[in-house]
């Protein structure tokens, strides 16, 4: 640890520390040892003590000069890298933040979970998240931002295929990792962008207030960074691979598929993970490189933002799944931090983060409790029905006052009518868009009306959820009249969370004015020094007729869903289906990159084998081929000649052998004859 | 006497001893085998500890900065006019082989371990076994050529009937198809160390030489040899360093596999038995690689930079033809054998690059290779052994029947797909950051190879995520039924011995990673300062 | 008058009638005496030679000393037919190809 700190800037650091380090002791206690039962209770009170440092860090740390501590970790080359932390107004915050949502969610999950015989493996598991999530929040450089921005979607992954027999959870929790994988490169190559030209990982160093980024401009197509020149062309990589990043790990546009599936999780995970903390993350990244951004690259942000904001909203006001609707919804609300980051509402959107944080994870709670007693019901009667699916629900507020309530609350908040935290973040965001919209073409209008027009199907969506499942009748009992029904509310494990989270919904946490965002303790931390205040009338008429509007749609939401009125829009039209299909992005995915890669990869496969090994075996053929030439020569041009000559000298040799008969006559002529012709040659010549 | 000398020929002795032991015994060869791999391992552990790091130990070019050296006039003969012949027994390691003998020790354990399978003749398969692992250490510490050739050839003659053996049932054609690629490759690096040979020559005693370090000296080459870089000469057109470069890269890329150069490999891996698939895949790529930054860069620095541009391409095709092909795979442990090419495509890349940051990578890529890779096909033994038989879809839900089994293959992909925390991630991560950096620092490399090689990480992910839902997760479905189930039990305490220190290891350096690079780091620095300045 | 030219024609006449005699016949004792024909063909013109050496008697003394031989030789190729014929049973020589090659 640096020595050059001050001492309370030191204990700051250890008790940071402390509370990063402790989940994960909570995690190899229940890894190593099996605690069964009390694997709950470590990890729970793990988390509950690093709640309490959190808590300090915060107290001493928000709105004081940031702390930056490192140890030397390793040296590659002439680089060192450091392992450290660095704590300033968004990383106590968010450290803060994620603390307080993962403790309620670990006492829900101890009721939650505790039939459950993987109940030790689940609180592993989540104590690892726990733990990479908080260190994330906390790291100084990129390479452990990029590490534990990984394990996070790792211990997502292990999370969402908890139950990992199921089928759907497994492909589930795959496409998760994958598509997490897809923004981990992204972030990757960004991180070597940065790294490439400025040497360093460290995040203080590179996006503080007069950092290396903040010092390197853009002019020219060049990238100019003191001596360091690039071409442009790699500033935009970095941006896009960190928008990769933000897409894959807040869900947007086009990598957000994967959230509405990982609903495949027990329904406490995607509380914690799904809603309120990791998918939270790719904002936190934002916030993290914010001053990397260029104008334009800012307004894609926006584009995107704004888009998948609509798109998710679209999306959730035809589903059917309870749990999905609200994943669909988080995809929206994510998509509207990530536009805020994109017009420059900085502020806001960390304000959204956080209060979106908590009525996310209570709809999530609530959710939990209500598809545990669908569960109950479906175990008691045996039935064999979705205990998700919201069309069996109903009426369910006089049987579950408690979760009614809540559930109430954190709707209200979601859709943003006053007196609700959701209120005074979420009309921040939609007052900035339209300011910042009056500074650009005027085609730039159109996000901040998507985004009203996304608040209205917001405040459909929430309706249809609570009238569909609190009001009316219970519909499963229309269907199977003998049915049983043990509804309750669920024990204090339930209760005490989601009330406490139900009052973190409320506007005195944030703001003792609930009408005006400007004075939100979290909006007021995050300005720029030059922010401007109320210059415009959009401050009041645009919450004043988003509200209002939002009221209309409500009413509209119970006359149809609670008073059975016709719906004037029929179910059987080509909009109803692209909604209800998810505007078909899995079947796209599946056709253009699934299907398509591995075609890609059984024709490489099938190169392999006929293609180079072909090629090897073309050439072992020859090669043989040559040798059996080779050996046919061998066996007729030169051993031909030997044989020839063993021939003939065999042949001399009979000829010669014919005269040694044995006979002496023969011997004797033979003598005669040779001295005749001799004579006779003799006389010849 | 000589720590290294000793790591070296302890396994012949061992060897040697299983030998003259009457065959009655055979039951206590393997601990026999077990002890020697022990001791290499307190051995290379103790090299470690006493590897003295810092700019005067960094070794690579400086004959007089390697530690552990062991110089002894080996082969002297008189040649008359051309002066003698001068072979040396020269051993000797820097920063770019220590951590490998360390990672070499731990491996050889493990297959050790794994060789518990192995129940015909018993003491023909582990005096072989020993012999190639007296090969593997020999190559990494022999600083002449003659000596690296001949551990090189000698490793090639254990494994063909190790493979050949003991193998699977297409195992004479895996075995001659790997003895041929690699004879392919080695016959001709003779001819270059031979031309080697008779360009350079000793300073000291005016004799030609086969030392290695001497070799990277462009002043110890006789004027108008071959290989001297002020003559250039050619061959069949081409300059004749550019050549010996190809060649010695040629027989070294088999050995890596770099593709196309790998189909080899997955022959090799099916086919082999366990504990050789464990020492292929875990150390000997790892000579490919090391070959590559010791001989071809190291020798021919100057031809290295010109064809980096090459190296990385190749380096790239490798990472995401590899991946794919895993993509495709129904045998697992082929799959595994693709993944690594696709994972020895960063070592490649990484030392393209020719900065610190790649070469580092690649050096770490290969020691935590050598980790991952071994699990990952002992893993594969585990469920083989089982029920003799590796198909993909004739598994699902191994998870319910194998929990701590299905634990160490969780721990073993994700590993290998480069999570963090574990030590592909660093190597990885590295090996593209240094060739992206390549283009800013020297301009090797276009940026695009890294950002290609990134996807490669996405794809590994695909792979064995994929493998993972189909044969791990899910409700349990066995092709074999109830026998298969009886069979696959979870895995014993042998197995685990063996897992543990690999998942540790690979842990240790994912976290700690200066355990590597404060080793290595000074040899980099050196490497990279001496290639530089070849780079026009 | 009978000169030398007719003992030598003699000579060769019988001579010739001794070779064909040994080159034909398949009874060793006739192949004998056609050695023996021949030899005495070869005495007759040592004698008729003689006529020439009227001082020393050359030609006598060789043909004395040829006859010798020619009887020691005959006896022994005599001997040599009986222990041919007590081996082989026969005395055709044809029949006798021990040495055939």
Redesign the interface.
Known sequence: MAQTLPYQQLTTCYYALTAVVLPVLAFAVNFFLKKGKAAGWISTIAIGATTVFAAIVFKQQWNAPLIHATIPWFTIGGTAVNAGILLNNLSVLLLLLVNVIALPVHIYSMAYMSHDEGFSRYFTYLSFFCFSMLALVVVDNLVLFYAFWELVGFSSYLLIGFWFTRDKAVQANKKAFIMNRIGDVGLLIAIMVLFSQYHTFDLNALFSADGLVANSTLTNGLWINGTSTIPAVWQYLACAGLFLAVAAKSAQFPLHTWLPDAMEGPTSVSALIHAATMVAAGIFLLGRVYPLFSVHELDALAIIGCFTAFMAASIAITQNDLKRILAFSTISQLGFMVMAMGIGAYASSLFHLVTHAFFKCLLFLVAGAVIHEMQHIRDENKLDFDPQNILYMGGLRRKMPITFITAVIAGLALVGLPFTSGYLSKDGILIQAFEWSDTKAGVFKIIPILTLITSWLTAFYVARLVFKVFFGKFRLSEVNPGLKLHVHDGPWKFNVPMIFLAICCLFPVFSLNPFLYEHAWIYKSFLPSNFLERMNPYHTIIPIALNILSLLVIYWAYAVYVLDKKLPLKQNNWLFAFSYYQWYFNEAYQKVFVQPVLAISTGLFAFDRKGIDGLIHFFNRIILWVAKLSAAIDRYVVDGFLHFVVALVRQIGNFARSFQTGRVQYYLLTTVVAIVAWVILKILI | MNLLTLLIFIPLLAGLVIAVMPSSLRGSFKYITLLTAVIQLVLSVLIYLNFKTGATHAGVVHEDQFQFVQKLPWIRLNLGGVGDLQIDYFVGIDGVSVTLLVMSALVMIVAVIASWEIKTNLKGYFILFLILDMAVFGVFSALDFFLFYLFYELMLLPLYFLIGMWGGPRREYASI?FFLYTLFGSVFMLLVMVGLYLSVKDPVTGNHTFNIIQMMNPANYDAGSVFSALSHQTILGMPARMVGFVVLFIAFAIKVPV??L??WLPDAHVEAPTPVSILLAGVLLKIGGYGIIRICAGIFPDAAVQSSYWLGLLGVISIL?GA??????RDLKRLIAYSSVSHMGFVLLGIASF???GI??AIMQMVSHGFLSSMLFFLVGVVYTRVHDRDIYNFR?L??LMPSYTLFVVIAF?ASLG???FSA?VAE??S???A??S???NGLLP?WM??CG??G???G??YF??T??RM????PLLKGGESWKLSLTDINWRERSALIPLAFMALLLGV???LV??KI?DS??LL?DFTRQFIK | MISLTHYLLVGACLFCIGLYVALTKRNAIQILIGIELMLNAGILNLVAFGKFDKAANGGQLFALFAIVLAAATTAVALAIILNVYRRYKTIDPNKVDKLKG
């Open positions: 198809k593709v196309p790998h189909t033809y794919l092909n895993a993509l495709a795979q900065t610190a940051e580092s990578g839900g998870a319910t994700f999570l963090p925390g991630f991560a590295f593209l950051a240094g992206f950096k283009a800013n620092t940026q890294a950002a990134a996807l990480i996405l794809l992910a695909g995520l994929w993972l839902q791990f997760f899910g409700t700690m990673p200066s690079f404060n780091n980099v620095l990279v």
